[in-house]
């Protein structure tokens, strides 16, 4: 599925969040977009998946303005594109299949054997097994957010939106949890969004990679054309610089 | 400084407005919901067993000494005119057309209200309301439609309860402390009752379901800030309530006493 974003624009009261951001995503590729903290990245990908409705601008998926559909239409294009949360967002009173389940069991006229088969297979996709009768708070950081990646696969999704999918997760739960973004984009051919600031994950991952900035897209390359990036404004990020011409005017070191 | 007075001032109607405007569309979608397909029947026994069954404990107990109270107090003064069997009669009334419902209202009001906007609040703060819309599911539908039909249901049964309740404690204090004799005392608390007066308090319960559920429901929904948010919410949702809900009974006593001249 490819999508389209054109000119999109959101403001959250004087703070224009987005600003005339267009950014062409293509079929069956990682994108991965990068930006500060705060930056409007969350925003973007909500916007993708409906949750969010711009103040201009559209969203083109596959055709059909995204932003113009409600109801019905919505939520027959959600069960093709599913949304990895930062905090991963399990339902805290549903069991651990009860979550990676939940589209089936609401959505569909699947039996309950074959939905837990299904909610099994997705669990050992992401390397869990014996997990679904817990309730979410007896797992560890590193193990909700596989079980959002297994949530997020469930419905056989054609687009994923992965939103900081390292944070808060120790670096080799990190690799761990990037190796696996790597090997559901071989193995599903699916097209994926991720927005984080962590740029081992970002090369990791991506196909391409784009920088938000000041609500417009700035930059945008394979991981090596942003390794040897000129653009000051790319290379302070991606080196972690904190002199440079996105903190000029900034005290941070005070 | 006038100028910046009258801003403050403008800016606070807005809110309220806004307010009022917020729940009442979401009472409007939540009624739009509750018909369609399907119906979550094991959702709402849930929610049916927290709301009401988890209720009666502390129902019981504000009920019965409110009973034994109003019992006690009356007492002090159809002592003095040796009409102690009347006190029968003002505990079953006031039990049932004020006293039930009201209490009940706002017990539930401190205990359920308080939970359905904490966990309300913290599925928004945590994304999960979010995740749920991601999921193809309306978070009306699938977290609001179940609590309103519990409460609206429960609300009433426990105002019954209450009512009952509190007549026991009456009991207590005029046959086992006043000495009215037992089948005289059950005469004088059923004699005046009549079908209006049941029919009133549970009409407040039903009204005061409908205010507690979507006061509840909106703040929880619209909490943002962490958990410092939801906490603030939260106890905006109870005292947000509880106004309501005295507010309410005030205008439906009214309406029934100048229109139906019922009280």
Known sequence: MNIEIINLCKSFGDHKVLDNLSLDLKSGETTVIIGRSGCGKSVLLKHIVGLMKPDSGQVIIDGVDITKLSGKELNKLRMRVSMLFQGAALFDSLTIGENVGFALYEHSSIGKRQIAKRVKECLEMVGLRDVEELKPAALSGGMKKRVGLARAICINPAIILYDEPTTGVDPIMGDAVNNLIRNLHDKLKVTSIAVTHDMVSAYKIANRIAMLYDGKIIFTGTPGQVKNTKDPIVKQFITGASEGPITNGEHINH | MIRNNLISIGEKCLDIVQ?????????????????????????????????????????????????????????????????????ASLVSLSMTRELGPVLTALVVAGRVGASITAELGTMRVTEQIDALETLATNPIKYLVVPRFIALVIMLPVLTIYADFIGIIGGYIVGVGRLGVSSSMYLRMTWEPLVYKDIFTGLLKALVFAVILCTVACYEGMNAEGGAEGVGKSTTLSVVTSFILIIMADCFITALFYFAFQVG
Not at chain 2, 33 to 62: C, E, H, N, Y
Not at chain 2, 68 to 74: E, P, R
């Open chain 2, 19 to 87: 307010y009022i405007g917020g729940t009442t569309m979401l009472f409007v979608k939540t009624l739009a919901w509750i018909p369609a397909p399907p119906i979550k029947r094991r959702q709402i026994l849930s929610q049916m067993k927290k709301i009401g069954v988890d209720s009666l404990p502390i129902v019981f107990l504000t009920a019965l000494f409110t009973g034994i109270v109003l019992a006690l107090q009356s007492a002090y003064q159809m002592q003095k005119l040796g009409a102690e069997m009347y006190i």
